[in-house]
């Protein structure tokens, strides 16, 4: 039985291998639109676990959906004016703790599915000079008005790879919610302990926010 489980998680990850290089990260459009189609056809191909299962909607998300996240800057944006006040130490241990933060949001956020169906964005050709692109996928549940989902995607200066930073639904920014959240924190406490903060946070198991939102 041990055997049999090693290879179907061999399968597996040698399946996402494939996948993974056949991402076209040079092109947003065409990564993102590869990308989101993937990941939702897994999630409603697993609808029933994906609706009960908290840890099965964080591996989805850190697998099919982290690798094109560029959580580091995420991160850095959370830090914000304290930034040059950190060592590349501290900067380090806050984005890996922020990465797995983010993937218990995502994962909380996966729970809410319902037979929604994903609309693709038409094709768009980004300049080679573009930086920043904000892409718009949508929502389509039958009796219900369309949900506009919303990611920002940012090129790589160096490698020329795009990376999403940040994810909008109903007007809600991701990064922006974790920047109220957080930003305070750090001006009040200083990283290492925020970032301990978070780190026991995410060892809870917990896909509720840090700090409550009414607070």
């Known amino acids: 039985m041990f055997k049999k489980l090693l290879l179907t998680f061999a399968a597996l990850i040698t399946s996402f291998s494939v996948f993974a290089a056949d991402v076209d990260t040079k092109d ?11 990941t939702f056809d897994t999630i409603k191909a697993h609808k029933d676990q994906v609706k009960t299962d908290l840890a099965f909607r964080k591996d989805l998300i850190r697998t099919k959906l982290m690798p094109y996240v560029d959580s580091t800057y995420a991160a850095y944006r959370v830090i914000g004016n304290n930034l040059k006040q950190t060592t590349k130490e501290q900067r380090d ?14 994962a909380e956020a996966l729970g809410k599915y319902d037979n929604q169906e994903l609309v693709i ?8 000079d573009e930086t920043m692109v904000n892409i718009k996928f949508l929502i389509r549940e039958a009796g219900k008005q369309d949900l506009e989902l919303i990611f ?22 991701m990064l922006s919610a974790k920047q109220s959240e957080l930003s305070p924190l750090i001006r009040q406490k200083g990283i290492d302990a925020v970032t301990k903060m978070i780190a ?11 700090v409550p939102e009414n607070k």
Request: proline share 6%.
């Open 121 to 128: 964005p038409p094709y768009q050709k980004v300049g080679a």
């Open 152 to 173: 920002k995607l940012r090129k790589n200066s160096k490698t020329g790879e795009w990376k999403a930073f940040d994810m909008v639904a109903e007007n809600i920014s």
């Open 200 to 210: 026991d946070h995410n060892a809870s198991g917990s896909a509720e926010p840090l």
């Open 28 to 38: 947003p459009y065409k990564m993102l639109s590869v990308v989101a189609q993937d």
């Open 93 to 106: 241990a806050f984005a890996d703790a922020f990465s797995e933060y983010i993937i218990a949001s995502y």
